[in-house]
T-cell receptor, first 112, second 113 residues
Framework: NAGVTQTPKFQVLKTGQSMTLQCAQD?????MSWYRQDPGMGLRLIHY???????DQGEVPNGYNVSRSTTEDFPLRLLSAAPSQTSVYFC???????????FGSGTQLSVL | ELKVEQNPLFLSMQEGKNYTIYCNYS?????LYWYRQDPGKSLESLFV?????AVKQEGRLMASLDTKARLSTLHITAAVHDLSATYFC?????????????FGKGTHLIIQP
């Protein structure tokens, strides 16, 4: 059982480059989300989705885009990477009405 | 705005000792979660506390919830090295869903032989 799969695990970007972080889950969860984790800051919600075709902003959405074309996939796009986006990114999913989140293994992103 | 505060943020303790991590939150909530994160790893769900007075135990860890005091505790009994990790509490405000989940900053726990 794969659970929540994130790719890549590591990525280095130059300022201004764009890229997409991939997230897929095989548990048929309606809810999917992206968090970033910074030292001493806990986890902060970037964007989330409650189903295919539905997305919304979290606490720190600026500089990121998402889409949800299928139940399984929820990619996160960095449009023009900035050093402030250096962080560890986690994708998480759950059933609607149950906040027990299942997390992916994370993507460590460095923007130079 | 829901605020979640954990203390301590860093804890070094010896094996065999007992200790408690505290999680305070600022607004009404009746759902609280504890997660564990090993260094360089993802977060793993430990406990789900869904009502006032709820108590959950697994091994040497016991979590409790007091919604009136807006407080949850994670108690460690006779600590062992394998429990070294960062522990997060996460709270949902009443009426909110998973998008309303707010995490504390985490308690970095080191257990020394």
């Amino acid at each position: 059982n794969a659970g929540v799969t994130q790719t890549p695990k590591f990525q280095v970007l130059k300022t201004g480059q764009s890229m997409t972080l991939q997230c897929a889950q095989d548990m048929n969860h309606e809810y999917m989300s992206w968090y970033r984790q910074d030292p001493g800051m806990g986890l902060r919600l970037i964007h989330y989705s409650v189903g295919a075709g539905i997305t919304d902003q979290g606490e720190v959405p600026n500089g990121y885009n998402v889409s949800r074309s299928t139940t399984e996939d929820f990619p996160l796009r960095l449009l023009s990477a900035a050093p402030s986006q250096t962080s560890v990114y986690f994708c998480a999913s759950s059933y609607i009405g149950n906040e027990k989140l299942f997390f992916g293994s994370g993507t460590q992103l460095s923007v130079l | 705005e829901l605020k979640v505060e954990q203390n301590p943020l860093f804890l070094s303790m010896q094996e065999g000792k007992n200790y408690t991590i505290y999680c305070n939150y600022s607004t009404t909530s009746d759902r609280l979660y504890w997660y564990r994160q090993d260094p360089g790893k993802s977060l793993e769900s430990l406990f789900v506390l869904l009502s006032n007075g709820a108590v959950k135990q697994e091994g040497r860890l016991m979590a409790s919830l007091d919604t009136k005091a807006r407080l949850s505790t994670l108690h460690i009994t006779a600590a062992v090295h394998d429990l070294s990790a960062t522990y997060f509490c996460a709270v949902v405000y009443s009426g909110g869903g998973a998008d309303g989940l707010t995490f504390g900053k985490g308690t970095h726990l080191i257990i020394q032989p």
